[in-house]
């Protein structure tokens, strides 16, 4: 298994060391610019700018030259640090892992063309590059403990971006943040250090943090992989976030300075959901089917519950904070349907919202710079003043309703697909998210673009060209995806249905539920004869509550 | 090992200058007695150990009181100049008015 | 010829693109004539595509462009389905799009985004197109919500009123909530079929068990009767009236609520193999609909809102047909009512805009003197939606009733009432709009007028002596039309006949609304055309009346009895006065049956509730509990701290104390030999 999963090595494909650049240009970069004097902010903010774009167009190439066809980890580099316990500096990419990492490249570099400090900008930036190599990092760790590292790094420089570039009530949002992450990560390192040292039972007698041969040393008890998996589990949960564990968002969200709101709800949050991804479903896939329906129903209270209490909101931020909360539910919710659809749509909707909230909160910052306010009370009637800033808002506000067309609804579809083909009901509830959704957006769309403006907001400006430009390439995302997801979607399913295969192999009592049939029946029938194969032997179908099992199609 | 008489007695005496001492530092606030009644049960300690050493028939029971003296010196110096030291600030201090350590 | 299907969509989604980005610069008029010429062109595309499609085996047409959504055994391609049905739909939905376009130009005129709104409409047009021709249920589903948005943007396009806004965030929503059940749906459909091509599923359709037929039937019925405002989520249409009337004739009379119906038909196998409730529940929900929209016409004073009830109603109608197993009379009726009602919307908007925007019918009356174009369309369609012979409409709900006799007597006479009422709230409006006294106009003689014309609506009180006074408001806050009375405005309007541009769709439509009966007279089979052309989408399982000639005729006479008798009794009532219209015009029809009033009480009331109640337990017992985690920690932490009070004595004191435990435990662990 350790050799098909590594099925191509490192950077002897590019003649380059991919991977580690991609880690390491932002980190040095915000080394470079802590060593910039003071006196020289604009520099400060030239080297982030610069780092971070070549860390995204490094993503982009990382990108085209990956392999759509290769199921197992790309490009990797392996380096050992601490042999004694076998812990490697350990990166590769797979098909899950590329669009995140793609999707971190565009948006910290877009995050920082869209907003500026407000004071001492030498540390903003200086955070946020490195804000971005733990992300980058953290998607890329194939190693137990360079995860938990990066993972942890990624929690120091928000503290601090929200703590001290924030609004009102910052110190309180941060601490919490902080402290909240921090204590799920907690039980995380339990299961870790637990993980490697059972590990090492299937390995030669050695404690091994390495991701591959712990997938491969397979010796994990039901009840160990149980308790285990709930380690790990509770400090996804909380990072997601998800129901009930979600309160540090909104707090965070509402007092965090715009590009610390747009790389928290566009990356930082799907830190959780790969986590599970990755270190929960392929790592333990007995405890993943046994904790699926707790986990879907998590899921689902969130998408629900996060729809109505965000209906809610005063503030505007907070209110897409919640949607937020609801949005991720979603991806949870595919993940633990267990199938290639729910699973594919869970990632697909990872992206989907790191472009969509990602661009509501720039949207949302450029309202700030000039309202100074995200009291939905204080705004009104500025589609009348700035049409341009209304109709972008307009298009973006549809992709996060999940309108057929544009981005949002692929994946929501998907997951609820996938959802429905594994436990039913979990789906239909499910689905009434989308009601709830069109519900508090188009309230708070209407309070606050539509009707007269009043004098406060009369003097609204449209957006200048530099603020249009840097919405474009969301722009173009959001539709391009929503139109042509093929390309996404392909690269996505061989490492999907790698960790899905696996988790056949390993647990008897699970069956991915498959459709009968499949999509050969696609030609119109003549004279109403039955397609063939699937369904016809079949007769009568009813509807059965539990999972079924099918044919393979190929 | 025998136990004569008389080497009991010399350990009760040990013991009741330690629960002397103890009671003493537990209870007394000028700082002064209570650096004396920690000297009072470091010499029980002594006198404990020259006992064993008699009634085990080993020296190194007499050897280990010299470092003890030694170590009960070097603390006296220690602590009589910290009371000296905290007399000049606050005379008529005790025990009880000296804590701003405190939680 | 049949490839060029592709055009049909995609010349719309062009001219959609160059008006979103380049509107602005291209200003009016050149706007909307660039909308319009695209939609004319799309609909002569599909003139020639039918021409190509009479080829084809069985009339139908399949093709794909490229894969949209490809996971797993989950393949979803954007490819077009071009069969009779999509045919029909796609000819009617350009013709009548492109109309209206033309009519929208003399209509928003000197609006500030007037480019903005053919925009909109141009993407309107290339949804529905989708809608219809999408070769699986996500494509259509596609149609369907993008129908939906434009609906919501074209409602709210003058958003700088409140009430705008509303209505289209209400609609909106209103068709989510249709929309979830459309989605169910196709999840259980993709669940059984592994695939949700339509024709897949339509072909298979026969072998389902008869309990996957139905719960998919009843999602496809919330979803269409979400979409086509039909009981109970009918609350939208009235009120998206508040958009431009070009909307609402295209969308909310022609195009976007006729979606529903399709959706049925196209899912009629599903329909035939669910259970026997499930056909009786649509035809029901039809004629409550169409009885109860008919009677809430009845009391509406506003021009455009009795035209929203009666779309309703109409609607109505086409669910009682497609309840009653009548597929082709429901879409011959969708395809007539697109006429008449297009028809009679854009005559309305031409009324509007030569009453320089007042809506209110009481403040009309003998506007045919001054609108001749106007006054001739609309009075063609009136006839042709009171259903007298030989006008299109005549024909269409006469098959309905058919239909719906076939199925049960019951609901044959509700039919009947239905048409009753219609004949009579239509002739009223006519009466009121068009023929009577003026009630327009500064002079005091038509201040007068206005008094004995408002006999009829105005006026309970003994609305004599208080001439131009108040009337005494009755005691219903929400009171009809009796109360309001004599609000005059002051009028000195002096309205206008309307340019070509919106006068001569209104007369093309009128044209139409008198001749589409010819598509499927029932004489004989061989003038039946639209049956025996939509029989490879329906054949099977249309109900098969085999009228004899005798019942046909009787039928038909019936039918016209009831529409004359109803066009009867508003003359009798409207223009001569011979009964008092208060005691036709209840404040219970005026307000809608209080539905549109009880929903919004419960969102507001315990909706509201219910949700605050959520957010306050997300704030105070889940956020409570993390600050209480930290509250917890504090408290515990300062109690603790009194150990470390200070004191040298205490800790010598602590430190004895260990020691003697230690000492304690450890002999309790020796054992003394």
């Known amino acids: 298994m350790t050799a098909a999963i ?285 904790f699926a329906p707790l986990l879907l129903t998590l899921g689902t209270i969130g998408i629900i519950y996060g729809g109505i209490v965000a209906a809610m909101q005063r503030n505007f931020k907070r209110l897409i904070a919640y949607s937020s909360v609801a949005h991720m539910g979603f991806a949870i919710m595919g993940l633990f349907a267990l199938n290639t659809q729910g699973v594919e749509g869970s990632v697909l909707q990872m992206v989907n919202h790191g472009i969509s909230t990602g661009a509501l909160f720039i949207l949302l910052g450029f309202l700030y710079q000039r309202r100074h306010t995200y009291e939905i009370k204080d705004l009104r009637g500025i589609a009348k003043v700035a049409p341009v800033f209304a109709g972008i808002f307009t298009v973006v506000m549809l992709s996060s309703i999940g309108l057929p067309g544009l981005n949002g609804f692929v994946s929501e579809f998907l997951v609820l697909l996938g959802t429905f083909m594994a436990h039913r009901w979990w789906a239909v509830v499910a689905a009434a998210g989308v009601i709830i959704a069109a519900l508090y957006l188009l309230w708070a769309y209407q309070r606050v673009f539509q009707g007269e403006p009043d004098e406060a907001n009369a003097s609204f400006p449209d957006l200048n060209l530099n603020e249009r430009l840097v919405m474009v390439p969301l722009l173009v995302l959001i539709v391009f995806l929503g139109i042509y997801p093929k390309p996404v979607l392909d690269r996505i399913e061989p490492s999907v249905n790698r960790i899905l295969t696996r988790m056949e192999e390993q647990v008897d009592r699970y069956d991915q539920a498959r459709t009968q049939g499949g999509s050969e029946l696609r030609e119109v029938p003549e004279g109403g004869g039955h397609g063939e194969g699937g369904h016809g032997d079949e007769g009568e179908h009813a509807l059965s509550v539990h999972v079924t099992t099918g044919e393979v199609a190929p | 090992m025998e136990a004569s008489n008389l080497d009991v007695a010399y350990l009760a005496l040990a013991a009741i200058l330690f629960a002397i001492g103890g009671v003493g530092l537990l209870v007394r606030r000028n700082p002064l007695v209570m650096i004396m009644c920690v000297e009072l049960m470091l010499n029980a300690v002594n006198v404990t150990f020259v006992a064993f050493g008699k009634m085990l028939n080993d020296i190194s029971g007499q050897v280990i009181v010299f470092f003890v003296l030694v170590v009960a010196a070097a603390e006296v110096v220690v602590g009589l100049g910290l009371v000296v030291a905290m007399s000049r600030r606050r005379p008529g201090a005790n025990a009880d008015d000296l804590r701003l350590l405190r939680g | 010829m049949v490839e060029l299907i592709w055009l049909v969509p995609a010349l719309p989604l062009v001219g959609f693109t160059i008006l979103w980005f380049f509107g602005k610069r291209i200003g009016e008029p050149l706007a909307g004539w660039l909308g319009t010429a695209v939609v004319a062109l799309s609909f002569l595309t599909t003139l020639v595509v039918f021409a190509g499609l009479w080829n084809e085996p069985d009339h139908t047409f399949q093709v794909d462009y490229f894969t949209w959504i490809p996971a797993g055994d989950f393949q979803v391609e954007i490819g077009f389905l071009l069969d009779p049905l999509s045919m029909a739909m796609i000819m009617f939905v350009t013709g009548i799009g492109s109309l209206i376009h033309l009519y929208s130009i003399g209509y928003m005129h000197g609006d500030s985004r007037f480019p903005r709104f053919f925009t909109y409409l141009n993407l309107f047009v290339f949804s529905m197109l989708m809608l219809v021709l999408g070769d699986n249920m996500v494509l259509t589903f596609l149609g369907w919500e993008g129908v939906g948005a434009c609906s919501y943007l074209l409602i709210s396009f003058w958003f700088e009123k409140e009430a705008n806004a509303s209505a289209g965030k209400k609609a909106f929503v209103t068709n989510r909530v249709g929309d979830w059940g459309f989605m169910v749906a196709m999840f259980a459909a993709f669940f059984t079929f592994g695939s949700l091509n339509w024709s897949t599923i339509t072909s298979q359709a026969p072998g389902l068990a008869e309990t996957t037929a139905t719960l998919i039937a009843v999602m496809l019925l919330i979803g269409a009767v979400g979409k086509s405002a039909q009981l109970p989520l009918f609350i939208w249409l009235p009120d998206a009236m508040a958009g431009p009337t070009p909307v609402s004739a295209l969308i909310h009379a022609a195009t976007m609520v006729t979606a529903g119906v399709y959706l049925l038909v196209r899912a009629n196998p599903i329909l035939a193999a669910s259970a026997e409730w499930v056909p009786w529940a649509i035809a029901i929900i039809g004629a409550a609909t169409l009885f109860i929209a008919a009677t809430i016409a009845v009391a509406q004073t506003d021009i455009k809102k009795v035209l929203a009830y009666s779309t309703v109603s109409q609607l109505g109608y086409m669910f009682l047909a497609v309840g009653s197993g009548g597929y082709t009379a429901a879409i011959f009726h969708m395809i007539t009512h697109a006429f008449f009602k297009a028809c009679l919307f854009l005559g309305s908007g031409s009324v509007i805009h030569g009453m320089h925007d007042d809506q209110d019918m009481r403040h009309m009356g003998a506007l045919r003197k001054v609108m001749p174009f106007t006054a001739f369309g609309f009075i063609i369609g009136w006839l042709a939606i009171s259903g007298v012979p030989p006008f299109s409409g005549f024909w269409s709900k006469d098959e309905i009733l058919s239909y719906a006799l076939h199925k049960s007597p019951v609901l044959y006479v509700i039919g009947l009432a239905g048409a009753l009422i219609t004949a009579f709230y239509m002739s009223r409006q006519v009466f009121m709009v068009f023929f009577g006294k003026a009630r327009w106009g500064a002079s005091a003689d038509a201040e007068l007028a206005n008094l004995d014309a408002h006999d009829t609506s105005a006026a309970g009180s003994a609305g004599d002596a208080n001439d131009l006074g108040e009337a005494t408001v009755a005691a219903d806050a929400d009171a009809g039309p009796v109360a309001v009375a004599t609000e005059h405005h002051g009028h000195d309007v002096q309205p206008h006949e309307s340019p070509w541009t919106m006068t001569l769709p209104i007369l093309v439509l009128a044209f139409f609304a008198l001749v589409a009966g010819v598509l499927n007279l029932p004489f004989t089979e061989n003038l039946e055309f639209l049956n025996k052309w939509l029989e490879p989408v329906v054949g099977e399982n249309q109900a098969h009346l085999g009228l004899s000639t005798a019942k046909l005729l009787a039928e038909m006479a019936i039918s016209t009895v009831v529409a004359l008798t109803g066009i009867a009794l508003a003359y009798a009532i409207y223009m001569k006065k011979k009964f008092d219209a208060r005691k036709v015009e209840l404040p219970f029809f005026y307000n809608g049956w209080y539905i549109d009033h009880g929903v919004t009480v419960f969102m507001g009331g315990p909706g509201r509730r219910l949700f605050e109640l959520i957010a306050l337990f997300d704030r105070v017992v889940i956020d409570g509990a993390v600050n209480g985690v930290g509250r917890l920690s504090r408290g515990g932490a300062a109690r603790l701290r009194t150990v470390q009070n200070g004191y040298v004595r205490w800790y010598a004191l602590m430190v004895g104390l260990g020691t003697i435990l230690i000492i304690a435990f450890i002999l309790t662990q020796v054992s003394f030999s």
């Open chain 1, 6 to 290: 590594l099925a191509s090595e490192g950077g002897g494909s590019l003649g380059f060391p991919i991977l580690p650049a991609l880690v390491l240009v932002p980190m040095i970069g915000a080394l470079v610019i802590g060593l910039i004097p003071r006196s020289r902010p604009e520099v400060a903010r030239q080297v982030a700018i610069l780092s971070s774009l070549l860390a995204g167009v490094l993503s982009i190439v990382l990108l085209v030259k990956f392999d759509t066809a290769d199921d197992g980890f790309q490009f990797t580099v392996s380096q050992t640090w601490v042999s004694s316990v076998d812990i490697k500096f350990f990166l590769g990419v797979d098909g899950v892992s590329l669009f995140l990492v793609v999707l971190t490249g565009i948006l910290f570099p877009i995050a920082l063309f869209a907003a500026k400090p407000t004071n001492d900008p030498k540390g903003y930036y200086a955070w946020l590059t490195l804000l971005m190599g733990g992300c980058m990092g953290a998607f890329l760790a194939l190693d137990l403990f360079l995860f938990f590292l990066m993972f942890e790094i990624t929690l120091v420089p928000l503290y601090f971006l929200i703590g001290k570039w924030g609004h009102g009530r910052r110190v309180y949002a941060a601490t919490k943040f902080f402290l909240y992450t921090m204590a799920g990560s907690a039980f995380m390192l339990v299961s870790i250090v637990a993980l490697a040292v059972i590990a090492k039972a299937g390995d030669g007698g050695q404690v091994t943090f390495d991701f591959t041969k712990i997938i491969a040393s397979d010796s994990l008890a039901t009840n160990t992989g149980r308790w285990l998996f709930l380690g790990m589990a509770v400090a996804f949960a909380v990072k997601v976030p998800s129901f009930p564990f979600h309160t540090w968002l909104p707090d965070a969200h509402t007092e965090a300075p715009t590009a610390g709101s747009i790389d928290l709800a566009g990356i930082l949050l799907k830190l959780g959901t790969y986590g599970f991804l990755r270190f929960g479903l392929e790592l333990f896939p007995e405890a993943s089917v046994y």
